[in-house]
């Protein structure tokens, strides 16, 4: 698996930008909330800790995984941010469900990167079981919210600097 021995929250502070400059939306799901929310506060953590001012940190709330597209979309129409966050957690259940929701969010954010001006980062878990996302959201494995963070404010200097 690749991310067994890697740990989602570590980073050096001392080799990213300062993000004090940029303003950040962060669409939340809330389908498998007791996960999303935890990639939410590891999000928001590692942006206050690179210099993200809080008052620059927009959350707004969704349903589901598959409606994450539209609040990005939407808040890309805006052009309030310097980069958006997208986090959602879709486990595999009995159906197929899981293959179409999966498919559809990534080739949705996939689609808003190429198409609008602004970075969306994609942390949805879209793991086999419960516990492999607990791991990845704040568990044994870190937190996949902290990496989003992370690379939120590479992506807005990236944007900044091109």
Not at 7 to 34: M, T
Not at 90 to 97: F, N, S
Not at 134 to 150: F, I, M, Q, W
Request: proline residues 2%; contains cysteine.
């Amino acid at each position: 698996m690749a991310t067994e021995n890697k740990n989602l929250s570590a980073y050096d502070k001392n080799n990213l930008p300062n993000a004090e400059a940029y303003r950040f939306g962060i669409v939340v799901s809330q389908w498998n909330n007791h996960i999303t929310h935890n990639l939410q506060k590891g999000a928001i953590d590692a942006l206050i800790d690179l210099g993200a001012k809080e008052e620059n940190i927009s959350s707004f709330k969704v349903p589901g995984s598959f409606e994450l597209i539209y609040g990005a979309s939407q808040l890309c129409k805006k052009g309030n941010f310097d980069a958006l966050i997208v986090i959602g957690s879709v486990i595999r259940g009995e159906t197929a469900h899981f293959d179409y929701v999966c498919q559809g969010v990534t080739q949705g954010i996939k689609d808003l990167n190429v198409q609008q001006d602004i970075p969306v980062i994609f942390c949805v878990l879209t793991d086999d079981t419960e516990q492999q996302s607990l791991d990845r959201s704040g568990g044994k494995h870190g937190n996949k919210g902290t990496e989003a963070g992370v690379t939120a404010v590479i992506m807005a200097e990236f944007k900044k600097n091109i």
